[in-house]
């Protein structure tokens, strides 16, 4: 379960705009199905994929939107966004989950308050999870019931409900062989819609049919809601979202910056007296992108409450919006840190067609180990079939380097197999994109090029003043990082004098791109083994992984006295993610630790150190 932190929003809410009367604002629900991707519902393929009925309904009376965005592939850090209508690694609410309280500014509070200061009835059944803090102004019920709008005291008051279901939570694909041999499926295993990275066994089959079923349980809810709805005579003044709170909990998809895993479904119902004041057509499609930064904006447009200007995103739903306008959006960016016990540090970018990543830990692999990830049967299998041989091309990739940089043409290659960041072709179209991630990534203040253990000791009282601060640090951080885009001839003057920065994050960097290149230098390779001591033990241990894959020294030894040296447990967690990395390089290297070699415990630790122990 998430932390929970009270903060106190004060008096900042604004006022009612608009001047819109109370008998005319709408009510909203919102239904978040956990971990679906529109890849996997077949409202979204033509049929093929999980038989939603009630989402079908939905979309005959309201509208489909055909590029909806999470912004995280995961459900605390995409929840962050989603509350508080801005991007979240600028609030340093971009890992999951946050392993100390930080509160957001004072000035910003959770978008339901501003909703609650305008008249309205709030309430949240189930489920908060927006990473570490709540806001004591946002809602009038918390884990609530379904229908909790019928308890608010005065039944003229317009209300906002959210409900998190759970049924396809990526849980319910942990089941065992007995379960699978047992237990039949409602969707046919035979007409499943695989996705080209998968291979195709009946272990894979069989979770993806269970994930079909269980989205359609969920589907049943949202009949049942709106038939509530309907009863109470709210249905026709009611817009109802229906979305996933990440993408899909198939392998290679929640937890991992593709498609599959950024990419929601979000069907919008329109009610009957609103339908002549938009200009979308129920009915309809739009292409243009919306992302979680732009929902509580739209809900409070909708509601005539001023959007604060602390806020990141824009409302894509009013009165004063065309279709036209909403198809010419065409910018979506998404972030990817930590996840659990995993720290990965992903950016990307969608413009059109064209969709960017940007891999700062480029030498891992995407299937890094991740506990929970791995508690799929079918996660397991995938890898057993790498180490064995058994793969395509295509299906392999998630299990080899990432590399730097991706670039994909999603007009021709939806499922990103093709990557085009190498191809001459498209030289021009990369550094296109290339710039305009990172001028986003410097606009925002975005705390990812900072490791967790830095932004805590540093700015914990006031992350977003403390990204501000360091405005000019994170362009030079982001300088270092790019050199792992350049070759090493033309990389390695400037990464020797980063090395050697009196900013340890920038050593860090540095050393970064000496891993990625992985070229023999003795000279480099002295300069690197002196900071086996550096102050700093996330550089320490940045530099054992360089010694490692590039000379084969041993890093049993020195990175668990790096570990001895952590004061604090991101940085226990950032060593760790290291030695994992290099237990997946050389199986030989055994990380066997004691309590003695952590001192400096927290979430995740024990996951990882579990891993390590095991032998392959």
């Known amino acids: 379960?998430?932390?929970?932190?009270?903060?106190?929003?004060?008096?900042?809410?604004?006022?009612?705009?608009?001047?819109?009367?109370?008998?005319?604002?709408?009510?909203?629900?919102?239904?978040?199905?956990?971990?679906?991707?529109?890849?996997?519902?077949?409202?979204?393929?033509?049929?093929?994929?999980?038989?939603?009925?009630?989402?079908?309904?939905?979309?005959?009376?309201?509208?489909?939107?055909?590029n909806a965005y999470s912004n995280a592939p995961v459900s605390s850090a995409a929840r962050s966004t989603l509350i508080t209508g801005c991007y979240a690694p600028r609030l340093g609410l971009s890992w999951h989950r946050n392993l100390s309280l930080v509160p957001i500014p004072k000035s910003l509070g959770m978008f339901p308050a501003y909703l609650r200061r305008a008249g309205y009835y709030t309430s949240n059944a189930a489920k908060t999870d927006y990473n570490c803090f709540l806001d004591p102004n946002a809602w009038d019920q918390v884990n609530?019931?379904?229908?909790?709008?019928?308890?608010?005291?005065?039944?003229?008051?317009?209300?906002?409900?959210?409900?998190?279901?759970?049924?396809?939570?990526?849980?319910c694909l942990?089941?065992?062989?007995?379960?699978?041999?047992?237990?039949?499926?409602?969707?046919?295993?035979?007409?499943?819609?695989?996705?080209?990275?998968?291979?195709?066994?009946?272990?894979?089959?069989?979770?993806?049919?269970?994930?079909?079923?269980?989205?359609?349980?969920?589907?049943?809810?949202l009949g049942a809601l709106m038939e509530m709805l309907e009863e109470d005579g709210e249905l026709d003044n009611t817009f109802i979202f229906y979305f996933g709170d990440n993408g899909g909990c198939l392998p290679g998809s929640k937890g991992y910056t593709g498609e599959t895993g950024l990419r929601v479904p979000l069907v919008v119902y329109i009610p009957e007296k609103w339908r002549d004041r938009l200009s979308l057509s129920v009915g309809s499609r739009t292409d243009g992108f919306v992302s979680f930064m732009d929902f509580g904006p739209t809900l409070l447009h909708l509601a005539g409450v001023d959007v604060p200007e602390e806020m990141d995103g824009t409302p894509f739903l009013g009165t004063d919006i065309s279709a036209e306008d909403l198809t010419k959006r065409d910018v979506v960016y998404g972030y990817g840190d930590r996840f659990g016990e995993l720290y990965a540090l992903n950016r990307t970018v969608r413009k059109g067609n064209m969709?960017?990543?940007?891999?700062?830990?480029?030498?891992?692999?995407?299937?890094?180990?991740?506990?929970?990830r791995y508690k799929q049967m079918a996660f397991c299998e995938w890898e057993k079939l790498y180490k064995e041989g058994k793969l395509t091309d295509v299906q392999k990739r998630f299990f080899e380097s990432q590399g730097p940089e991706e670039l994909y043409d999603l007009s021709v290659d939806p499922f990103e197999i093709r990557n085009l960041a190498s191809d001459t072709a498209y030289v021009g179209e990369l550094r296109r994109m290339r710039g305009l991630l990172e001028e986003n990534l410097v606009l925002k203040n975005d705390l990812g090029l900072l490791p967790e253990s830095v932004c805590l000791e540093e700015g914990r009282s006031n992350l977003v003043d403390y990204g501000k601060r360091s405005h000019n640090r994170i362009k030079r951080l982001l300088e270092i990082a790019d050199l792992q885009l350049l070759p090493y001839k033309f990389g390695k003057i400037k990464a020797e004098k980063s090395l050697l920065s009196a900013d340890s994050v920038e050593r860090c960097w540095a050393l970064t791109a000496c891993v990625w290149w992985k070229e023999r230098d003795l000279k480099l390779s002295r300069q690197i083994e002196k900071m086996l001591s550096d102050p700093s033990?996330?550089?320490?241990?940045?530099?054992?992984v360089y010694l490692?894959?590039?000379?084969?020294?041993?890093?049993?030894?020195?990175?668990?006295?790096?570990?001895?040296?952590?004061?604090?447990?991101?940085?226990?967690?950032?060593?760790?993610?290291?030695?994992?990395?290099?237990?997946?390089?050389?199986?030989?290297?055994?990380f066997s630790l004691t309590e003695e070699?952590?001192?400096?415990?927290?979430?995740g630790v024990d996951s990882r150190v579990a891993y390590l122990k095991k032998k392959y």
Request: neutral net charge; aromatic residues 12%; hydrophobic residues 40%.
């Open 1 to 66: 379960m998430s932390k929970i932190n009270i903060i106190s929003i004060g008096t900042f809410l604004p006022t009612l705009a608009n001047a819109i009367c109370a008998e005319e604002r709408p009510n909203f629900v919102w239904l978040m199905a956990e971990d679906v991707a529109p890849q996997f519902v077949g409202l979204y393929n033509g049929g093929r994929g999980a038989q939603t009925p009630n989402l079908e309904r939905m979309a005959r009376e309201g509208v489909v939107f055909n």
């Open 144 to 171: 609530g019931k379904i229908g909790e709008w019928r308890n608010r005291p005065d039944k003229n008051q317009p209300f906002f409900f959210v409900r998190t279901n759970a049924t396809c939570h990526e849980s």
């Open 174 to 221: 942990h089941f065992s062989t007995e379960k699978m041999e047992s237990t039949a499926t409602e969707h046919n295993l035979a007409e499943v819609n695989l996705l080209p990275f998968h291979p195709d066994t009946h272990t894979f089959r069989y979770s993806y049919a269970t994930f079909y079923d269980k989205i359609k349980q969920v589907d049943q809810e």
């Open 355 to 372: 969709k960017y990543s940007r891999n700062f830990l480029p030498y891992h692999p995407k299937s890094l180990f991740s506990a929970y």
């Open 537 to 544: 033990v996330f550089v320490q241990s940045r530099a054992a």
């Open 548 to 590: 490692a894959v590039v000379n084969g020294k041993n890093p049993v030894d020195v990175m668990k006295r790096s570990l001895r040296q952590a004061r604090v447990g991101a940085e226990t967690l950032w060593i760790l993610n290291d030695m994992a990395y290099l237990k997946n390089w050389n199986s030989e290297w055994i």
């Open 597 to 603: 070699d952590i001192p400096v415990k927290c979430e």
